[in-house]
């Protein structure tokens, strides 16, 4: 299957032989649908929080005894996606095409002073809509011409504008959410960022623009970690034949494998307690307060959590009894949605308790569904006979099947990735995260390269399969805490105006 040039290459992008063959073999075989028991609901599955509980999850994390702290914020790629609109009404007008009033890229180029990237500089002080001019606009907007956006990361453009003229880019705000609710007790915020490796100047320019002004204001010690998806996560694509793909060099070709690889740079942070939240999630920062106050509700019931299996994990170190197993295995099912088959003796029941508690924990925010696309929280049927809490993407749903569409048609909440880890064993050990991946939850998805069709492998992602094996529970946050930047004219809406 692979020449000589074959192995060297794959050598040399720290992957094996056997890892690029299981890759294709998968595609062979695919992917087994998750088993859907129900969508996790208020009913059963997501805790909704009265007022008197959010005040005592956030009090509790005020409390807690915490082995360092650490916020995680995938931010590679480009914003390319996020200008898609923008790059077809540009290729339109370049083609003498005029653009209807109520495409998207005529909108931006009517709204162009209310981002804050705005400049009369740059964009002139009056708008038109005559095509000239919004060609103009988006080329500037787009191209090295002007701001260069279009090839550019999110993370270090320019989102919110404020009254008192200061321009803040999304990492910036991250910055300024870090310091809020995840400071260390000697007053440092630990953030570490995913980005790609030809960005990384970007991010330290935008850095270095902010971190002394921002340490004095807020009197924090910032440490920063940029760090990138290992090439050697990439998976090999093939053709529509199964066969490894070859580009017009006849050499293979590798992808990136989607945020699930970023699983490897979670499992190298040492500190104990991690929020992860996307790079475009984030709002103008008066709006932080009831942000942080849900942040910091997310981070008191992964404690309180924590402290709980600690308890258990304990008290079955000191002398497992079958009245410690029966609330044991209560707690389980009525607070993990996590139910355990019969075991064959006690001490198999023992063991396979102490397998369920002595997990990395993840307390994910749900939002109530409001049509937006991405995962969702279901109750699903794992291979060892017991059911857990999972976050699912619709590739992973069998459409085919009828119990499986109604649970996906009564599901009432959505993934916003606003997520809280413990990543510390009872023993105070870090977890090998690695570990706990459930192999069997990737995706495989159809591209394209050059015009030709292709298929690539996506590995379990981050919060999907790659947490498959974690202890999770799911609490349901406001939707005003959840705040993407998935198109540009989502800088529009009120959360990211003044």
């Not at 490897?264 to 939240?277: A, D, Q």
């Not at 001490?347 to 508690?357: H, S, T």
């Not at 492998?457 to 202890?471: I, Q």
């Not at 946050?477 to 809406?493: E, G, I, Q, W």
């Amino acid at each position: 299957m692979f020449t000589k040039e074959d192995l060297t290459q794959i050598e040399q992008r720290g992957s094996s032989v056997q890892t690029v063959e299981q890759q294709v073999e998968r595609f062979k075989q695919g992917f087994p649908w998750m088993k859907i028991v129900a969508p996790a609901t208020p009913e059963r599955g997501i805790q909704v929080l009265d007022e008197a509980a959010v005040e005592a999850a956030a009090k509790y994390y005020d409390g807690a005894s915490i082995n360092g702290k650490c916020k995680f914020v995938p931010a590679s790629g480009a914003a390319s996606r996020m200008f898609k609109d923008l790059f077809s009404g540009l290729d339109a007008l370049k083609a003498g095409k005029e653009l209807a009033d109520d495409a998207p890229a005529a909108k931006f180029v009517d709204r162009i002073q209310s981002f804050a990237f705005y400049t009369p500089a740059l964009f002139g002080e009056e708008t038109c809509k005559c095509p000239e001019y919004r060609q103009d606009v988006l080329s500037k907007t787009l191209t090295d011409e002007g701001l260069g956006y279009g090839a550019k990361p999110k993370g270090v453009l320019k989102f919110h504008k404020y009254t008192d003229g200061e321009i803040r880019t999304a990492f910036a705000e991250h910055l300024v959410e870090a310091q809020n609710y995840m400071r260390n007790e000697d007053g440092t915020a630990n953030l570490v960022v995913t980005i790609s490796p030809e960005h990384q100047h970007l991010f330290e320019e935008a850095y270095a623009e902010v971190k002394e002004a921002y340490e004095a204001k807020y009197g924090v010690k910032y440490n920063i970690t940029f760090t990138f998806q290992d090439k050697a996560t990439d998976t090999v694509a093939v053709d529509v034949d199964n066969k490894p793909f070859r580009t017009e060099t006849d050499s293979l070709l590798f992808r990136p494998a989607g945020h699930g690889a970023l699983i490897y740079n979670l499992n190298r942070i040492e500190e104990e307690v991690v929020s992860i939240k996307n790079i475009d999630n984030v709002a103008n920062e008066r709006l932080l307060p009831e942000t942080a106050t849900w942040k910091k509700v997310l981070l008191g019931k992964a404690l309180e959590l924590r402290d709980k299996i600690y308890g258990y994990l304990n008290a079955l170190d000191a002398e497992a009894t079958p009245a410690l197993c029966d609330e044991i295995e209560a707690f389980l099912d009525q607070i993990l949605c996590v139910t355990l088959p019969a075991a064959a003796d006690f001490d198999a029941r023992v063991a396979a308790l102490r397998a369920k508690l002595n997990r990395p924990i993840r307390v994910a925010g749900m939002v109530k569904n409001q049509g937006e696309p991405g995962g969702g929280p279901f109750i699903i049927a794992e291979k060892d006979g017991s059911t857990s809490l999972q976050v699912l993407e619709s590739v992973q749903i069998n459409m085919s099947d009828d119990h499986a569409r109604e649970c996906l048609a009564n599901a009432t909440h959505f993934n916003p990735v606003d997520i809280v880890c413990c990543l510390h064993d009872y023993k105070g050990q870090s977890f090998d995260l690695l570990q706990y991946v459930d192999e069997d939850a990737g995706f495989i998805s159809s591209k394209s390269y050059q015009g030709r069709e292709l298929k690539a492998l996506e590995l379990p992602g981050l919060w999907n399969g790659a947490m498959s094996n974690w202890n999770t529970l799911f609490v349901e946050v406001p939707l005003a805490t959840f705040n993407p930047v998935k198109v540009v004219l989502d800088l529009l809406r009120p959360a990211h105006q003044n």
